[in-house]
């Protein structure tokens, strides 16, 4: 299998809201409620930002949203700050022999 | 909640073999997976395969099979990632990190253990 899709970068300006895609298949993000959300700054270990689709670990901004619909999850940033600046990375469980499967990681730029 | 800490970097020649390792801290070690992740040089993260401490259980993703032995010691909640063989394209962070209630969380990663290979 193949990674999840994600655009290779997506910028906005502070206050700003951005939408971060992750398409996958109907084997993958589309059969299963286990998609995740990674943020990992240069040179930072990553770090987990949603889980289950939508779900915030305790400590992450509720700016941070996650969704789904088909097999295409997304990940919601709204009133965009500097410190958003990130790669982000998403994953999902395929239940078949690949296990998990990360998405290719998008670099937001806040302008 | 579990801390992760990973052994430090390496520097190998092709051919060589290697072990890095994962130490948790915390009662929760034995009882998730830990996976180990792949970051290739200013590439994205790639799932390798994981294991159970407990009965030490173990899963690779399929290209990698063969490639890398994942291994665990519970008694010193430890996990270990090795080579017997490394080449030049096993340059990269390798993270360890621990899986949650399903496979597609991981929850808490170690620092990262950056592998260089080159002769």
């Known amino acids: 299998q193949s990674a999840l899709t994600q655009p290779a970068s997506v910028s906005g300006s502070p206050g700003q809201s951005i939408t971060i895609s992750c398409t996958g298949t109907s084997s993958d993000v589309g059969r299963y409620n286990y998609v995740s959300w990674y943020q990992q700054h240069p040179g930072k270990v990553p770090k987990l930002m949603i889980y289950?689709?939508?779900n915030r670990p305790s400590g992450v901004s509720n700016r941070f949203t996650g969704s789904k619909s088909g097999n295409t999850a997304s990940l919601t940033i709204s009133g965009l700050q500097a410190e958003d600046e990130a790669d982000y990375y998403c994953c999902s469980y395929t239940g078949s022999t690949t296990y998990v499967l990360f998405g290719g990681g998008t670099k937001l730029t806040v302008l | 909640e579990v801390l992760l800490v990973q052994s430090g970097p390496e520097v190998r020649k092709p051919g060589e073999s290697l072990r890095i390792s994962c130490k948790g801290f915390?009662?929760?070690?034995?009882?998730?997976?830990i996976a180990w992740v792949r970051q290739m040089p200013g590439k994205g993260l790639e799932w390798m395969g994981n294991?159970?401490?407990?009965?030490?259980?173990?899963r690779y993703r399929p290209s990698l099979q063969g490639q890398v032995t994942i291994s665990v010691d519970k008694s010193i909640y430890t996990a270990y990632l090795q080579w017997s063989s490394l080449k030049a394209s096993d340059t990269a962070i390798y993270y360890c990190a621990r899986q949650g209630s399903n496979w597609g969380i991981l929850d808490s990663w170690g620092q990262g253990t950056l592998v260089t290979v080159s002769s």
């Open positions: 294991i159970y401490p407990g009965d030490s259980e173990s």
């Open positions: 289950d689709v939508s």
């Open positions: 915390g009662d929760s070690f034995t009882s998730h997976w």
